[in-house]
């Protein structure tokens, strides 16, 4: 997110709380302030501020990893300091990223006697643009060679409507058209009745996803793969077309759970991969990995030399210094679970996502898109003109019951369908490793008591079409308070229950006590001329 002078809240300072020697002093929060504070009193002051910011281990919405064992938190805290981009000055975290790369080769069926190589990254966006940057570099060079015109005709990608954002990046930074493939109602996946139709002499290369963001489906690769094959084979006056596979959620995934499914380096057009080792490489946020069948799919000149205990090693990277921190975390998993432990962890996610998608299919008011039986998402849509088991109507929509959720503290997010099928909002439920059968037990028993909380509350008006709904509880909470007051009170949206009347009489009574208190901070910035 962009922020600046438009995003400053109209409080502009910061005060202590009770007990602080400080107390009294106002911290201004968009300039530095003139003295030091006290070590402890500025980790308080962050640590209020992040109150009001809800359980990361509720958030449904998210596939980053929420939870790491005690010891990886141990061992990444002790590398912090160090940076990653440095190999001669910490040449064994070098090797630890040398291990995963090839780690991650193996687990991808990566041909033998290739020479593959892969290397770290600040999440899988930056991966997938490493990706694309090979494919167009490699088409560019397969292009002169061929006698095309490169300079007045641009390169394009092609893509399935469900694509992550960092693809529709890629093309604005790189000069690449994306041709995106619309998905239908029934399918969110790519439509290989018509990819073909998208590619010409120009195209970089076809995009396949193994998990989409939206609800988790996958691409038919191996379908895709014998369909570049003929392609290739009927042009061969062309650049070779090629596949990369962007494997952000399924690509620490799928070798665990359906081993036999040829997705990956075992089909001879895939020439690259990315993932995501915080989504269920189950490391901590931020990194990402990206590998390459052989070492002629990446083009020398994206190739840059650093020196490396005496000698060069090759680098590929956009950013420079980050911490090595991530790099050891995702170590420590491959080293401390193995392929059983990982196997282990995500086919009971799996089971729990099955039995989150069983009961909510159960309640009959949804129609399912994923059942979470191959991804763990649940992904769901709400049935049209549904009905309770008692024929009682449904006049609530998906968004509502998103709100309804965050008052249990889920983070539920509620959006449409991409380019196809937009007319379509769905929710999804991302499960994660640290989602125990007893947290999924109790977010079931808090979506069944929305779902009769929403039954009587007489929803009188909604609004179907609000866009993307995929929220942080922080901020929001204290807003839908106040929309609650003042159309509960009007009769506007809904008449509440009698809990959510004693909800709200709670929420007006401290909005009191910390509107006086604004108004003490107010009255203190004026004094200190910090307005």
Known sequence: MLYGEKNKEKLRSMAFGYGSKEKGSVIPKYRLNEESIDAEAAKALIENQLLDEGNSRLNMATFCQTYMEKQAVELMSETLDKNAIDKSEYPQTAELENRCVNILAHLWNAPKKSDYLGTSTVGSSEACMLAGMAMKFRWRNQAREKGMDVLTHKPNLVISAAYQI????????????????????????????????????????????????????????????????????????RPELVIHIDGACGGMFTPFTEPDLEW????????????????????????????????????????????????????????????????????????????QGYSHIHLKTQEISSVIGDRIEHTGLFELYNHGSRMPIVCYKLKEKAKYKDGTPVVWNLYDLSDRLRMHGWQVPTYPLPDGAEEVTVQRIVCRADLTFNLAEAFVTDFRECLEDLKHAHVLCNEEKRGSYGFTHGGHSLGLIKKMVEEADTGKLFQPTESTKQLV???????????????????????????
């Open 264 to 339: 990956d380096f075992r089909l001879p057009n895939v020439v690259s991969i990315s993932t995501s080792g915080h989504k269920y490489g189950l490391t901590y946020p931020g990194v990402g990995w990206v590998v390459w069948r052989d070492r002629k799919y990446l083009p020398e000149e994206l190739i840059f030399e650093v020196s490396y205990l005496g000698g060069h090693m090759p680098t590929m990277a956009i950013n420079f210094s980050r911490s090595a921190s991530q790099i050891v975390g995702q170590y420590y998993n491959f080293l401390r679970f193995g392929r």
């Open 166 to 237: 960092c693809w529709e990046k890629f093309c604005v930074y790189w000069d690449v058209d994306l041709r995106v493939i619309p998905v239908t109602r029934k399918s969110l996946t790519l439509d290989l009745d018509h990819v073909m139709d998208y590619v010409d002499e120009y195209t970089i290369g076809i995009v396949g996803i193994q998990g989409t963001t939206y609800s988790g489906e996958y691409d038919d690769i191996k379908g895709l793969n014998a369909l570049v094959d003929k392609y290739n084979k009927a042009h061969s006056d």
């Open 505 to 531: 009489k709670k929420a007006i009574e401290g909005a009191s006590a910390i509107q006086d208190e604004f108004q003490e901070l107010i009255l203190t910035e004026k004094q200190h001329d910090l307005k």
